[in-house]
């Protein structure tokens, strides 16, 4: 399989919250690959194997404090790399990954991708 990449979608009126994390449109999102999941959100990076992806999907119309940036969950242990408050995909760990934000490792991620349903579907057929 060729790698497949999910640039996030920009909503341009939250730059602020993600512009000085260094998170560029023209270089972040998701990456499959053939062994690699691979998320960037400017100066982090969540990398796993695909083997360690579990279940993907979709959550809808964030509030702009809970969805913007790079956020940790209040509920559990997720992380969350966010540049839009439409949706993003929640994509779940079978095993946690290393931290790359907060003090614990990160059991999901949520991310704010232009083709959600691509992507939950990409990951769904793995």
Not at 24 to 29: C, L
Not at 93 to 98: A, G, L, N, S
């Amino acid at each position: 399989m060729a790698d497949q990449f999910f640039p996030y979608k920009f909503e341009k009126k939250y730059i602020g919250l993600w512009w000085p994390l260094g998170v560029r449109e023209d270089k972040d999102g998701v990456t499959l690959g053939d062994e690699t999941f691979t998320a960037t959100f400017g100066f982090k990076t969540l990398e796993t194997p695909i083997s360690n992806l579990g279940e993907a999907h979709i959550t809808r119309n964030y509030h702009w404090f809970k969805a913007v940036g790079m956020r940790l969950s209040f509920a559990d242990d997720g992380l969350t790399f966010g540049t839009a408050t439409e949706g993003g995909v929640c994509v779940h760990f079978k095993e946690k990954v290393p931290r790359v934000f907060g003090p614990k490792d990160h059991s999901a991620l949520t991310v704010t991708v232009a083709d959600l349903d691509g992507l939950a579907k990409a990951i769904s057929a793995l």
